[in-house]
């Protein structure tokens, strides 16, 4: 696919493209990110590549790939490329109630801390984590959660890195996030240190909150990572892959912005999609769509 046939239309939608493609070097995007699992396909190296060519300054990264690359060599290709890294995903999943599972998640989680500081990235995303099989008790695997994040403190500080919080939109309640509001996050998020522990702000996790804005004014400097995408009905039979494009569903982007701006973040904007169609679209054609409706929708008010 050409440049220019990539610049006609956006993805996943076809539409026609509503502002010009930013070229690498335009200063609008020098705090957008690419989180890998927009590009759920490609490889970290063709992440990498992706992000110079397209003039993306910031990559969040998952473990799953990171593996596969390797640290050593990840750390230095990243560095090489001369690119940041904005986030490690993920840590967390710590509902469990058996003890043997639970120091199994806490070395898990040692482990990640000590990726994101090879890599250089401020925080370590955190999925709480869902309802064990046969287990009713949300606010039971909400207090196992909080307990296994402060457990982690003492080494999120040793090594530099923030433990982020992230809040998921109820529908992921029973199976990956027990912790389903910014205000739950950040009650977790409170009684620790704010060097080690904030929170993720996910427009599509938090657009629906009622309150979300004197929840982010709340949370100020632990905001750790602000990630972007859109909530687009009707939702598709996997609702873990509900993620859309921004400026094709329901979120006030600019309102959302604006106010982690005003809660003083000031670090790099994720762009995190979770999408087939996305998925199995021309990466590069992606990574222009990216580029636009992020010029377009959130940098003018972040």
């Known amino acids: 696919m050409t440049v220019q046939e990539r610049a006609a239309l956006d993805v ?30 490609w490889s970290l190296k063709e992440a990498v590549e992706g992000c110079v060519a397209h003039g993306i300054p910031a990559l969040g990264v998952w473990r799953e790939p990171l593996q596969e690359a390797g640290l050593d060599d990840a750390v230095r ?15 967390g999943f710590f509902t469990g109630a058996d003890p043997v599972e639970q120091r199994r998640r806490h070395d898990d989680n040692v482990r990640a801390l000590d990726e994101a500081a090879a890599l250089g990235a401020p925080c370590l995303v955190l999925v709480p984590g869902g309802l064990p099989e046969g287990d009713r008790d949300l606010a039971g695997a909400r207090g196992r959660a909080a307990a296994a994040i402060e457990a982690l403190v003492p080494h999120a500080l040793d090594v530099g890195v923030r433990l982020a919080i992230e809040p998921m939109h109820p529908i992921f309640a029973a199976d990956r996030g027990v912790v389903s509001t910014l205000a739950q996050a950040l009650d977790i998020a409170d009684p620790l240190p704010p060097e080690a522990v904030g929170v993720v702000v996910d427009t599509f996790h938090v657009w629906w909150e009622p309150g979300v804005e004197e929840q982010i004014a709340r949370a100020g400097g632990r905001i750790a990572s602000f990630q972007v995408c859109e909530w687009i009905t009707p939702l598709p039979p996997d609702a873990l892959l509900s993620r859309g494009m921004m400026g094709d569903g329901h979120i006030d982007f600019a309102h959302l912005s604006r106010c982690v701006a005003a809660a003083g973040y000031r670090g790099d904007v994720e762009v995190e999609i979770f999408n087939a169609d996305v998925w199995s ?7 222009d769509t990216i580029a636009r409706r992020y010029v377009e929708l959130v940098e003018p008010f972040a």
Do not use: E, F, H
């Open 281 to 287: 679209a021309d990466g590069d054609a992606v990574l």
């Open 12 to 41: 996943p939608s076809a539409a026609p493209a509503r502002v010009p493609t930013p070229a690498p070097g335009d200063a609008r995007l020098a705090r957008l990110s690419l989180n890998q699992k927009t590009v759920d396909r």
């Open 77 to 91: 290709m990243i560095g090489d490329a001369g690119l940041r890294v904005s986030s490690l995903c993920r840590g």
